[in-house]
C-alpha cells in the first residue's frame, strides 16, 4: 500500500475527532438579529439557515420574516422549495442572500457563500483574499496589487503567473479566457452583494471542469435594498480608494450601478499602481414571471511588477523589487469590456435561465518580452430547474448547456526598458468549450436525497503561428471528456446537514502547458493530456443558535495532473505528471463563547470567536522522478482566526490572528522551503446594520518580515527567485454611507 494511501486513512480519525467537537458544542441562545457577526465558511451568521426542506413562503415580506425568526424552523416540508415564487425574488434573474444559501446548500459537497457584510463594511476589502479569508480550502495569498495566488484544494500550484485551476464568473458571465487563464485585476471587492465558492466538481452547473471549482461574484440589482451608497477608504503604502453606487425601481424597469477609482503606491519597490472599474446592470420584468437583464462590466488597470526574489531578499529586504522587474519595466495593464444578457422565466414549478455574453480584453504585459494580447471570447448558457413531487416524493432535477468561446490574436515584442521592440512572435490561438451537465437530487426518504449527474465537456484549441522564423508552432488539439458525480445530501434536522459525494473532474490542458530548452524533452501544447480527479468527499454543516460549522474531509486520486515537471532557463515548463493525491481536511467554525457581558435582553452583547482551518496534504504519487515528495506551493496547515466583542450598538472590537506554522516547500525536489509565520491583526468598527459604518483596521501590527506567496519549479537552490514578501505593519480606516 503506498504512503500516500496510508496517510489518507490516518486522516479519518482526524476528521471524526473534529467533527464530535464541532457538533457537541453547547447552543442554547438566541440567534442574532442585528446581522452583523461576522460569518464563518458555509453561510453568513446573520442569516437563518434555509434548509432545503423549509416550506416556501407565498410572498416577499412573509420570506423576510421566516428568515428573521428565532422561532425553531420547522421540519422537513412536503412542497418543493423551487415552486411558485419561493424560487425567485424580488429581481427573478438574481438571487437574494438567503435565495441563493437555500440553492447552494442543496449541494452534496464542499461549497460557501460569503455576503458583503461579511468583510466590505470592517476591512479595506483591497483584493480576493479579503473576501475568501474564511473560507476554508482556499488558499489566497497576495503578490503585488491586486494580484493574488489563488488555489483551492490544491489547484493551479504550478501556476506561477496567472490562474489556473479555478473559473472564475461575474453574475455567471465567465471572467477567465476560453483556454482557462484568470487575472484577479476584474475582481472589484466593492462591488458584490455575495460570493459563491463551490469547490471541485460541486460547480457542476457552471460547467466547471477543474479541480478547484467555480467562484461566481453577484452584483446587487435595483430592487436590493439600500441601492445607493458611497465609502472611502484609506491607509498604508498610499492606498486611497473611492467608490459610489447608485440604484432604483421605476415601474417593472430597475437599475444598478457601482464604480470605483482607486491607486496605491505599494509595500515593495515598483509596485504602484491604479484601476478604474464599473459594474452596472438593467433589469425588464417583463411579467411577474418572465424578467430579462443587461449587464455591462468595464476595467482600466494599470500595475506595475516587483517580481519574485530570493528567500534571502524577500526577508531582509521585503521592499526591495527584482532588478531585472526593474530594469525592464515590467507591468501587468489590462482594459476590458463587459456585456451580457441573462433571462429568467419562472413557471410553477420550473425556472428557466438562458443568455450570452462577450468579452472584449486587451492585455498589455511588458515582461521578459512585451506581450500584446487581445481577447474576444463570447459564448451562452440555458439552464433548467425543475422542482416537484413525481410520485409522492421530491424530486429536483438542473440542467443546462453553457458555451465559451475565444480567440487571442497573440503578440509578443522585444522588451526595451517597458517599450516595445522588434517583433519576437505571433500567432492566433482559438478556443471552444462546450458542457453539456445534468443533476438529479431524488429525496428517497423525507429529508435525504439521493444526488447523481454527470458533465460532457466538448473542447478545441487551434493554433496558428504567424511567426515562422523560429519553427511552426502551429497545431491543434481535441477533448472529449465526461464528468459523472453521485452523491447523498441529509437534512439531519432543521440546522443541521451531512453530505458525501464521489466526482469526476477533467481539466483541459491551455495553451501555456508545454516544454523546450536545453536539456529537458521538448514536450508541444498539442502532447498534453487533460488532467483527470477522482475525488471522495464527505462533511457537515449547520447552524444553531449562535453556533454555525462546516467540517470536510476529501481525497483527490489525480491522472496527469499539470504540474511543474521540467525548467529551462529558470522558468517552469507545466507538462503532465504520472499520479499525485490531494487530500486534506476544511473546518470552519463561529461560536457565542460569552454573552451579555454588559448588554443583556433580547439582543445582548456577546464575545464571538470565528476560525477557518485547512489541512492540506498534497504529494506525488510513486512519480518516477519525484517518488512520493510533497507537491510545493501551498503549505500544510493554514489557520485564519479572529475574536471580536461584538455590542448591539454596532460597535465591535478584537483581534485577529494568520498563522502558517510549518513551512511548505517551493520545489517538486523537496530542496528548498519558505518560513513559517504568524501575523497579528486587530480592528474595531461601528456596523448596526443602518445607513452609516466606519471602520479602523491594523494588519501584520509586528511589522513580521514574511514570505505571502511562491512561485514554485522543478529543482531549486538557495538563490532561486521564487519568492513574494508579505507587506508589512499597515493602518487602513475606512467610511460607508448607504440609502
Known sequence: ??????????????????????????????SPRDGTLPPVTVQAPDQARPTASRRPQRSASRATRAVRSNTPAPLPAVEPVGSARAARGPALTVLTVQQALKDIQQTPGG???????????????????????YVPGVFAQPKWGDDTRLSIRG?????????????????????????????FQEIDPTAYKYVAVYKGANALQFGANS????????????????????????????????????????????GYVTASTQAAEGFRNHSDGEAHRLSANIGYQITPDIETRFYLNANHVRQRIPGSVTKTSALTSPETAAANNVALDQQRNIDTVRLANKTTIRFENTVVDFGAFGVDRHLMHPIFQWLDYRYQDYGGFAKVTDDRFIGGYRNRLVAGVNLLNGRLDNKQYVNLGGQKGALASSSLDKSTNTTFYIENSFYFLRNVALVAGTQFLHATRDRKDRFLSDGDGSGSTKFDLWSPKAGLLWDIDPTWQAFGNISRSAEVPSFGESASGMGIPTIPFTSIRPQRATTYEIGTRGRRPDLVWELTGYRAEIKDELLCIYSAFGNCNVTNADRSVHQGIEAGLGVALFKNLFERGPAPDRLWLNMAYTLNDFRFDNDARFGSNLLPGAPRHYLRAELLYKNPNGFYLGPNVEWVPQAYYVDSANTLMTEPYALLGLKAGIDNGGPYSIYIEGRNLTNKAYI????????????????EPGAGRAVYAGFKARW
Not at 4 to 29: D, E, G, I, K, N
Not at 215 to 232: K, L, W, Y
Open 111 to 133: 461549497v460557501a457563500l460569503v455576503p458583503a457584510n461579511a468583510y466590505r463594511n470592517s476591512t479595506v476589502s483591497n483584493t480576493i483574499k479579503d473576501i475568501l479569508d
Open 211 to 254: 479541480l478547484g471549482g467555480a467562484i461566481n461574484f453577484v452584483t446587487a440589482t435595483g430592487r436590493d435594498p439600500f441601492p445607493n451608497g458611497v465609502s472611502v477608504d484609506a491607509g498604508a503604502f498610499g492606498y486611497r480608494r473611492l467608490q459610489a453606487n447608485a440604484g432604483g425601481v421605476n415601474g417593472p424597469w430597475d
Open 1 to 30: 500500500m503506498s504512503s500516500a494511501r496510508l496517510r489518507s486513512r490516518r486522516l479519518m480519525p482526524a476528521t471524526a475527532l473534529v467533527f464530535t467537537c464541532l457538533v457537541s458544542l453547547p447552543a442554547t441562545a438566541q
Open 708 to 723: 505571502a506567496s511562491a512561485s514554485i519549479i522543478d529543482k531549486a537552490n538557495a538563490n532561486s527567485p521564487l519568492f
Open 155 to 183: 489547484s493551479g500550484l504550478s501556476r506561477n503567473f496567472h490562474l489556473r485551476g479555478v473559473q472564475l464568473y461575474m453574475d455567471g458571465i465567465p471572467i477567465n479566457t476560453a483556454d482557462g487563464y484568470g487575472d
